[in-house]
């Protein structure tokens, strides 16, 4: 079983859909989670941390389950420039090996 | 700032040359890290750093060599390019490994191909 999975995707929505991601983890003992978004032919940007009690960015919500060890991705009004893959990332421990990223999840917004 | 930088943007090889990957951040981060993201397989952590003169693998260090001597620059060497070694390369800085320190920042990526 891979460390990180994500929804396999593509998602393709329309303009003000609302679209939800799902990224499960193995090793129950990872510490930290967050979600980049990937332009085509870019390099990774931070989208949020996900915080234990779930948190929320304008149109993102990040929640956490621990007990399930899923991280999930809610994104609410989508808009056009929407459109990229999100990376769920998950680090196991204090010692730098083991930022793991999920293969990522498609995500098109289509007008 | 200028974040995190990386060069060259591209670049073509012949099996069995070699070549250095720069990096270099201007944030103070003591964390950084290479990897190599290849379709349908995701980023893949190369080799890592905690700090000036600590270097440690990743998941897939084979072929790679990489220093730390100062605490912006971290470049990453092909010792003998393979064809299997074609790939976009990403370098990333944090302040630390965990919590928000943990929060990556990434270069624009080298985009490779060996020939």
């Known amino acids: 079983r891979k460390e990180v999975e994500q929804d396999p995707g593509p998602f393709n929505v329309p303009e003000g859909a609302t679209v939800a991601f799902n990224c499960t983890y193995s090793?129950?003992?990872?510490?930290?989670f967050f979600w980049y978004r990937q332009d085509c032919r870019k390099e990774p940007k931070l989208l949020m941390s996900?915080?234990?009690s779930g948190n929320e960015d304008g149109r993102f919500t990040a929640q956490l389950n621990r007990a399930s060890q899923y991280i999930s991705l809610l994104i609410r009004d989508s808009k056009l420039s929407d459109s990229a893959t999100y990376l769920c990332?998950?680090?196991?421990?204090?010692?730098?090996?083991?930022?793991?990223f999920g293969p990522g999840t498609r995500l098109s917004v289509l007008p | 700032n200028a974040g995190v930088t990386q060069t060259p943007k591209f670049q073509v090889l012949k099996t069995g040359q070699s070549m250095t990957l720069q990096c270099a951040q201007d944030?103070?981060?003591?964390?950084m890290s290479w990897y190599r993201q290849d379709p349908g397989m995701g980023l893949r952590l190369i080799h890592y750093?905690?700090?000036?003169?600590?270097?440690d693998q990743g998941e897939v260090p084979n072929g790679y060599n990489v220093s730390r001597s100062t605490t912006e620059d971290f470049p990453l060497r092909l010792l003998s390019a393979a064809p299997s070694q074609t790939s976009v390369y990403f370098c990333?800085?944090?302040?630390?490994?965990?919590?928000?320190?943990?929060?990556?920042?990434f270069g624009p990526g080298t985009r490779l191909t060996v020939l």
């Open positions: 750093s905690v700090g000036a003169g600590i270097t």
């Open positions: 996900v915080y234990s």
């Open positions: 090793n129950s003992a990872s510490q930290s």
């Open positions: 990333a800085s944090s302040y630390g490994v965990s919590g928000r320190g943990g929060e990556q920042f």
């Open positions: 944030m103070n981060h003591e964390y």
């Open positions: 990332v998950v680090i196991l421990d204090n010692y730098g090996q083991n930022f793991v």
